[in-house]
């Protein structure tokens, strides 16, 4: 049921959004640790909802296809404020590029996999994917102007972030070929099946 602590859990990712967007474009030093902290704790339910739903058995459909959209909207608007409001250097921009671009791909395998009642299961390394990105995206968010705010202007913060979002567009590139051949597969699959005749069609004679 949509009202079930897991699935509350993951409405809220999506209700965070336009609470984070309103921070981030507050723009003061305050605004943009607000914005990393409602982030932070949007991307800490992720964890959470999956771990209550297995632990008290309550898994539902609604939830499945709830989960993944609520983590791709969290992410897309995180990379989408920080480029719109030039939070990244350029050379950030290709990591970013790469994350959206994993993100869309397996949510149009996941579409034609469901066509086939398949499922993508999710790697450990997909949830140290996560765990990178999720991590360098509240980093960058906070940036060097937040950071300032709890005594951390020592610290390259900006450059931190960048970092982890380059170790999880790497990691984004592994994991999505091996998505990619999952897909690929299941699909050379159907594609070998004998296809019934047409409508019409006089049967092959024996």
């Known amino acids: 049921m949509p009202t079930d602590l897991p699935n509350l859990l993951t409405i809220s990712r999506i209700a965070a959004i336009p609470v984070l967007v309103a921070f981030a474009a507050i723009g003061a030093p305050w605004a943009d640790m607000a914005a990393c902290l409602v982030f932070s704790v949007a991307g800490v339910t992720d964890y959470f909802d999956g ?34 409001l030039d939070r990244l250097s350029h050379a950030a921009l290709y990591p970013a590029i790469v994350i959206m671009l994993r993100e869309i791909m397996v949510s149009g395998l996941r579409e034609y996999l469901a066509e086939l009642r398949v499922g993508l299961p999710v790697t450990r390394l997909a949830k140290w994917k996560t765990g990178f990105q999720m ?9 060097d102007t937040g950071a300032s ?54 049967a092959a004679r024996p």
């Not at 209550?52 to 897309?76: C, E, N, Q, W, Y």
């Not at 991590?135 to 940036?143: R, V």
């Open 51 to 84: 771990k209550i739903a297995r632990d008290r058995g309550v898994t539902s459909s609604f939830g499945r296809m709830l989960d993944p959209i609520a983590d791709k909207l969290l992410v897309g608007a995180a990379l989408m404020l920080l480029v719109g």
């Open 135 to 143: 991590g360098a995206l509240g980093t960058l968010l906070a940036g």
């Open 149 to 202: 705010t709890i005594g951390l202007r020592f610290l390259p913060v900006s450059m931190i972030g960048e970092a982890g979002l380059w170790v999880a567009a790497a990691l984004t590139l592994v994991t999505g070929w091996d998505y990619l051949q999952a897909g690929l597969r299941h699909a050379g699959q159907q594609d070998a099946r004998p296809r019934p005749p047409r409508a019409g069609t006089p």
